[in-house]
């Protein structure tokens, strides 16, 4: 996993489609406000890591520090940018970190309830950008079609995590596996060997909404609030560009990071989002009249983020918990 992460991070820098003399003049023109972006990130990963410190309490004594949990967070984002079709990186990592200290199937549905959790509210936070354009921005036809498709995507993942939430999904997602293939006979074994060990692990991810209410909403409030959060890295850099520090700004920027969030996503088997994020987020600005120019300096920073600290988790994987 690591040389994989070290391997893109490598290609991440050789085909940056951006002259050194534009990244340094971007940088230079960032100033101070890159540094709010980078603290403004460890915030974010301290939030993401309490949402997982909140769920792994409810099942049982915790056995590492916060800090401790915070590097493999910081680890697993690393490797979910870094490989393709993001969670296939991080949270086999998470869950090899934690099994030698609170088991298997605990490990296992901390981190499938935590990697849930993150998913589940993308879908609330593009509900929302899809609220805030029709209640504030003008609707043309096209546009009615884009949100209508956002608004059908994004209810039926709302209801099959509520589903998931309720029953659980790793006997489902097995029998779902067994549907493709070349996997039917594996999937097969699997269910059948693991039986006890994956109806055990769905009870315990059924457990945290229906009888810890109280740590279920707590996480979801918090990883919300983040996606909420994320939105002034956008912010900051409009700002530079000299729009009015205002309600309307921030509105622009969930927007924009909304629409770019979910066409990369859409594209997440691509290491990095190599391009989808950088077209995401031209395309976000030209629809809300934005100049090109502001599109590519929000992706380049973006960039220079994500790979900032892609390459501190990869190096973080290296220093013991």
Same mark, same amino acid.
């Given at each position: 996993?690591?040389?994989?992460?070290?391997?893109?991070?490598?290609?991440?820098?050789? *085909?940056?489609?951006?002259?050194?003399?534009?990244?340094?003049?971007?940088?230079?023109?960032?100033?101070?406000?890159?540094?709010?972006?980078? %603290?403004?990130?460890?915030?974010?990963?301290?939030?993401?890591?309490?949402?997982?410190?909140?769920?792994?309490?409810?099942?049982?004594?915790? /056995?590492?520090?916060?800090? *401790?949990?915070?590097?493999?967070?910081?680890?697993?984002? +690393?490797?979910?940018?870094?490989? /393709?079709?993001?969670?296939?990186?991080?949270? &086999?990592?998470?869950?090899?970190? %934690?099994? /030698?200290?609170?088991? *298997?199937?605990?490990?296992?549905?901390?981190?499938?309830?935590?990697?849930?959790?993150?998913?589940? *509210?993308?879908?609330?936070?593009?509900?929302?950008?899809?609220?805030?354009?029709?209640?504030?921005? /003008?609707?043309? +036809?096209?546009?009615?079609?884009?949100?209508?498709?956002?608004?059908?995507?994004?209810?039926?993942?709302?209801?099959?995590?509520?589903?998931?939430?309720?029953?659980?999904?790793?006997?489902?997602?097995?029998?779902?596996?067994?549907?493709? &293939?070349?996997?039917?006979?594996?999937?097969?074994?699997?269910?059948?060997?693991?039986?006890?060990?994956?109806?055990?692990?769905?009870?315990?991810?059924?457990?945290?909404?229906?009888?810890?209410?109280?740590?279920?909403?707590?996480?979801?409030?918090?990883?919300?609030?983040?996606?909420?959060?994320?939105?002034?890295?956008?912010?900051?850099?409009?700002?530079?560009?000299?729009? &009015?520090?205002?309600?309307?700004?921030?509105?622009?920027?969930?927007?924009?990071?909304?629409?770019?969030?979910?066409?990369?996503?859409?594209?997440?088997?691509? &290491?990095?989002?190599?391009?989808?994020?950088?077209?995401?987020?031209?395309?976000?600005?030209?629809?809300?009249?934005?100049?090109?120019?502001?599109?590519?300096?929000?992706?380049?920073?973006?960039?220079?983020?994500?790979?900032?600290?892609?390459?501190?988790?990869?190096?973080?994987?290296?220093?013991?918990?």
């Amino acid at each position: 996993m690591f040389l994989i992460g070290l391997a893109s991070v490598v290609v991440m820098l050789v *085909t940056f489609d951006v002259s050194w003399e534009v990244l340094w003049s971007d940088l230079c023109h960032a100033g101070y406000w890159l540094v709010a972006i980078l %603290l403004l990130w460890v915030v974010l990963y301290a939030m993401n890591t309490l949402t997982w410190w909140l769920i792994l309490r409810e099942s049982g004594a915790m /056995p590492l520090s916060f800090m *401790t949990l915070m590097k493999i967070t910081v680890s697993a984002f +690393a490797l979910n940018s870094a490989t /393709p079709i993001g969670l296939l990186g991080g949270e &086999p990592y998470k869950i090899m970190e %934690l099994t /030698p200290l609170v088991g *298997t199937q605990r490990a296992t549905s901390s981190v499938l309830l935590f990697a849930m959790m993150h998913i589940f *509210t993308h879908f609330c936070y593009w509900v929302t950008a899809i609220v805030l354009w029709l209640l504030l921005k /003008p609707l043309t +036809a096209g546009m009615a079609v884009l949100l209508a498709a956002c608004a059908l995507f994004c209810a039926g993942g709302i209801y099959l995590f509520l589903r998931g939430y309720k029953y659980g999904l790793v006997v489902k997602g097995i029998r779902w596996l067994g549907h493709i &293939p070349g996997l039917k006979g594996w999937a097969q074994r699997f269910a059948t060997q693991h039986e006890e060990s994956l109806h055990r692990i769905d009870d315990q991810i059924a457990a945290l909404h229906t009888q810890s209410r109280r740590s279920f909403y707590t996480s979801l409030v918090l990883e919300y609030t983040g996606r909420m959060m994320q939105s002034l890295e956008i912010m900051f850099m409009l700002l530079l560009f000299g729009a &009015p520090l205002s309600w309307m700004t921030f509105v622009d920027s969930v927007l924009i990071l909304a629409f770019t969030s979910l066409f990369a996503n859409l594209l997440g088997f691509i &290491p990095m989002q190599l391009g989808g994020r950088e077209g995401g987020f031209a395309m976000s600005t030209a629809q809300l009249g934005l100049t090109g120019g502001t599109g590519l300096f929000i992706s380049i920073i973006c960039r220079v983020r994500e790979l900032f600290f892609t390459t501190l988790g990869l190096g973080l994987m290296k220093v013991k918990n």
